[in-house]
């Protein structure tokens, strides 16, 4: 494998623009692109995952936003990761070969979540079947347990996985289970692995115990804040870095108590941004315009710290 720069900071989870009628809206993309990178300083993308709503998407539509993605991110993006996930082991192996294909950035795949793998033996064939077939791309484990209904230790996954899937690169870790990301990390000694934290409320933790970067679908809208709060964290200056995480938990805390779900954050998304992210596919539907109204209030209220 060739040299890469590191995977660190944060990592959009990418929105999938659609159409009135639900089809998907490559056409925004390029606009959504400059404005990750101006308006939000974030430069690297998830596409395809569970805010891109991946798994309600066919083969040919990933296959076309992975594409969109990679072109329009040419030279813009530092990274540019496509979740291949799938149920079936044939389909996520065409979406590995076509991410190799287009030059994508990084893989990732989610354990399959209707016949699970119920032990790590098992996961790690699935996984390594996928990897096996983009030999040149570096390979992430999408953890999200709550999701999947996948609860293997990502700790007890880590043991000797490089050796059966030499691209490994390491994990999105989705979940709050901060103990296990803690010895992942502490097993990290060498530092191969990327370990990037998929729970925007609680980032700072994940940060505290040793999380490379973040991959979140509130750095779409927040991205500028949550910098910010890595610079803090970084000089190090924790009561400010805690105030720009209090700040993002008081927003998702009330718009959770709202429902809250990729619906929502499409919403969201429209009203910062500007771009219209369109209605989700079904079984989700769209936000009320209640929803949105008190969002964009709450949102709106809040004082970041120096007036950011």
């Given at each position: 494998?060739?040299?890469r720069?590191?995977?660190?900071?944060?990592?959009?989870?990418?929105?999938?623009?659609?159409?009135?009628?639900?089809?998907i809206?490559?056409?925004?993309?390029?606009?959504?692109?400059?404005?990750?990178?101006n308006e939000?300083?974030?430069?690297?993308?998830?596409?395809?995952?569970?805010?891109?709503?991946?798994?309600?998407?066919?083969?040919?539509?990933r296959?076309?936003?992975?594409?969109e993605?990679?072109?329009?991110?040419?030279?813009?993006?530092?990274?540019?990761?496509?979740?291949?996930?799938?149920?079936?082991?044939?389909?996520?192996?065409?979406?590995?070969?076509?991410a190799?294909?287009?030059?994508?950035?990084?893989?990732?795949?989610?354990?399959?979540?209707?016949?699970?793998?119920?032990?790590?033996?098992?996961?790690?064939?699935?996984?390594?079947?996928?990897?096996?077939?983009?030999p040149?791309?570096?390979?992430?484990?999408?953890?999200i347990?709550?999701?999947?209904?996948?609860?293997?230790?990502?700790?007890e996954?880590?043991?000797g996985?490089?050796?059966?899937?030499?691209?490994?690169?390491?994990?999105?870790?989705?979940?709050t289970?901060?103990?296990?990301?803690?010895?992942?990390?502490?097993?990290?000694?060498?530092?191969?692995?990327?370990?990037?934290?998929?729970?925007?409320?609680?980032?700072?933790?994940?940060?505290?115990?040793?999380a490379?970067?973040?991959?979140?679908?509130?750095?779409?809208y927040?991205?500028?804040?949550?910098?910010?709060?890595l610079q803090?964290?970084?000089?190090?200056?924790?009561?400010?870095?805690?105030?720009?995480?209090?700040?993002?938990?008081?927003?998702?805390?009330?718009?959770?108590?709202?429902?809250?779900?990729?619906?929502?954050?499409?919403?969201?998304?429209?009203?910062v941004?500007?771009?219209?992210?369109?209605?989700?596919?079904?079984?989700?539907?769209?936000a009320?315009?209640?929803?949105?109204?008190?969002?964009?209030?709450?949102?709106?209220?809040?004082?970041?710290?120096?007036?950011?």
């Amino acid at each position: 494998m060739t040299p890469r720069k590191k995977l660190k900071g944060l990592v959009a989870a990418a929105i999938t623009p659609m159409t009135p009628d639900g089809k998907i809206n490559l056409p925004v993309i390029g606009q959504y692109v400059d404005y990750l990178v101006n308006e939000q300083n974030v430069k690297n993308v998830f596409v395809n995952g569970t805010t891109g709503e991946g798994l309600s998407l066919s083969i040919q539509e990933r296959k076309q936003l992975a594409e969109e993605w990679m072109c329009q991110g040419k030279d813009k993006l530092d990274h540019v990761i496509i979740h291949v996930g799938a149920l079936n082991l044939p389909e996520c192996q065409e979406l590995a070969r076509h991410a190799a294909a287009i030059g994508a950035g990084g893989i990732a795949v989610i354990a399959p979540f209707f016949f699970k793998p119920t032990n790590k033996d098992e996961l790690v064939a699935f996984l390594q079947k996928v990897a096996s077939e983009a030999p040149e791309v570096p390979f992430y484990y999408y953890h999200i347990p709550p999701l999947t209904g996948v609860k293997i230790r990502v700790e007890e996954l880590l043991d000797g996985i490089k050796a059966q899937i030499p691209t490994f690169q390491g994990v999105k870790f989705s979940d709050t289970d901060l103990l296990d990301l803690a010895q992942c990390i502490n097993k990290n000694e060498t530092g191969e692995f990327e370990f990037l934290y998929g729970v925007d409320e609680q980032l700072l933790g994940a940060l505290a115990v040793g999380a490379n970067g973040a991959v979140g679908s509130t750095y779409n809208y927040l991205g500028r804040q949550t910098n910010l709060m890595l610079q803090a964290f970084a000089k190090p200056d924790f009561a400010l870095a805690q105030q720009y995480q209090f700040l993002t938990g008081e927003f998702l805390n009330f718009v959770i108590k709202l429902g809250f779900g990729v619906a929502q954050t499409k919403a969201v998304m429209t009203f910062v941004s500007g771009i219209p992210m369109g209605p989700p596919r079904l079984p989700l539907v769209g936000a009320s315009s209640e929803f949105i109204v008190k969002a964009k209030a709450k949102l709106d209220s809040i004082v970041w710290p120096n007036g950011n």
